[in-house]
């Protein structure tokens, strides 16, 4: 087990003009597990293959248990990887799948042995070890390629988007299982994806990564509640967070035609690049229907509802000089409504205008100019 460590790790592939990845610090502690997070293309790849020794660093330093791995063979470095396509070997058996690697380093027959009925027996494949891959369900098949890797009895787990080629259903049963497997084996693990319902639910800590560059590490529960720019608050979440930019007017934001109170200290770190202008966010279960005089909530033109059974969301433009036509200029989407969860018995309907009021404690604030939190 080891802990790892990227210290101002930069990546620029040749021919690009930007690095992929960007002066990188990232601790992973021992026995963590660590989600690696961001859109596609932002990265994550390039940082994990420059963990396994399969990407040269061209600037900074990979520790991997306090020794300095960066320019060491992929071999040497202790470390175990499951890729999307975990391609299996379709005329050799479970057993020799798993072993596989152990053969080739020359591992002795028993202790190959002895080593994959343990896996085996943690993956729930021991009654399988016999079978070729095709008579295999597509679950079954990712838990030999998992169990490649514990064979293997590594330092690090590296893991790029394991779970990309299995349904839905599947997605959801293998990542509890990969999650607790984790926990169970206390390998230090990087687990790579562009999803973040995994990253919430599988890490200890969630690192969230674009354009390659680091934005946020945290516990899920952090970057949920407190997201450190906008990026995050927009990325974090499903349905995602409402942000628009309002103007600022007498301490306060004029949404559509109505102002909501702000916090003091949070407008006091506006600067004049700012342009009076406040990035006010807000996620869908922290606003809720207010009464039509209610002095801090504002205007919305329902134009859609959705009745989930548990759950209903209404989602609506922002009221602006009576009419719903020109909605305050949203960051990250221009075309994207307001998303409100409300009591599914009580939703309104299409066409009504109802007045929306944002709980005060659960507010994200950022300014427009560097789009970094203020409160
Ligand atoms: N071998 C390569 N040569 C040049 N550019 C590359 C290479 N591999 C990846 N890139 C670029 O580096 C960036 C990050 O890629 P990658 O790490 O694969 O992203 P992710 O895994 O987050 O989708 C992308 O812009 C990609 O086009
Ligand atoms: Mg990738």
């Given at each position: 087990m080891a802990e790892v460590v990227f210290d101002h790790v930069t990546r620029i592939y040749p021919g690009n003009d930007k690095p992929s990845v960007d002066d990188l610090n990232l601790d992973i502690k021992d026995g963590e597990f660590l989600v690696l997070v961001g859109p596609s293309g932002c990265g994550k790849s390039t940082t994990l293959r420059m963990l396994a020794g399969l990407e040269e660093v061209n600037k900074g330093r990979i520790l991997i248990g306090g020794k300095d791995v960066t320019t060491m063979q992929p071999k040497d470095r202790d470390i175990a990887m499951v890729f999307q396509?975990?391609?299996?070997?379709?005329?050799?058996t479970v057993a020799d799948n798993m072993g596989f690697a152990l053969k080739i380093a020359g591992t002795p027959k028993d202790e190959i042995r002895k080593r994959v009925e343990k896996a085996a027996e943690i993956l729930d494949l021991t009654e399988y070890l016999d079978r070729k891959p095709k008579a295999l369900s597509g679950g079954q098949r990712q838990r030999v390629a998992m169990g490649r890797a514990i064979?293997?009895?590594?330092k690090v787990f590296l893991m790029d988007e394991p779970l990309s080629n299995l349904d839905a259903k599947l997605r959801v049963q293998t990542r509890t299982q990969i999650a607790a497997l984790q926990r169970q084996l206390g390998v230090t693990t990087l687990y790579v994806t562009h999803d973040q319902t995994e990253a919430l639910t599988m890490g200890d800590r969630i690192a969230v990564i674009k354009l390659g560059i680091l934005q946020q590490v945290g516990a899920p529960t952090e970057l949920y509640d407190r997201p450190a720019n906008v990026f995050v608050a927009g990325f974090i979440g499903s349905p995602s967070m409402n942000l628009n930019t309002h103007p600022v007017v007498n301490g306060k934001a004029k949404i559509g035609e109505d102002t909501v109170d702000l916090p003091k200290e949070a407008v006091a770190?506006?600067?004049?690049?700012?342009?009076?202008k406040i990035v006010v966010g807000f996620r869908p279960e922290d606003a809720s229907l207010a009464t039509p005089d209610d002095p801090n909530a504002f205007s919305l033109k329902v134009v859609n509802v959705e009745d989930l059974g548990s759950d209903g969301y209404i989602y609506g433009n922002i009221i602006t000089d009576g009419s719903a036509a020109e909605a305050s200029q949203v960051m990250?989407?221009?075309?994207k409504l307001t998303t409100i969860r409300v009591n599914p018995r009580a939703l309104p309907k299409v066409g009504d205008t109802v007045k929306i009021k944002i709980d005060p404690s659960k507010m994200h604030l950022f300014a427009p100019s560097t789009e970094l939190r203020l409160n």
């Open positions: 396509n975990y391609a299996l070997y379709p005329h050799m064979v293997r009895e590594p770190k506006l600067t004049a690049e700012d342009g009076n990250s989407d221009q075309n």
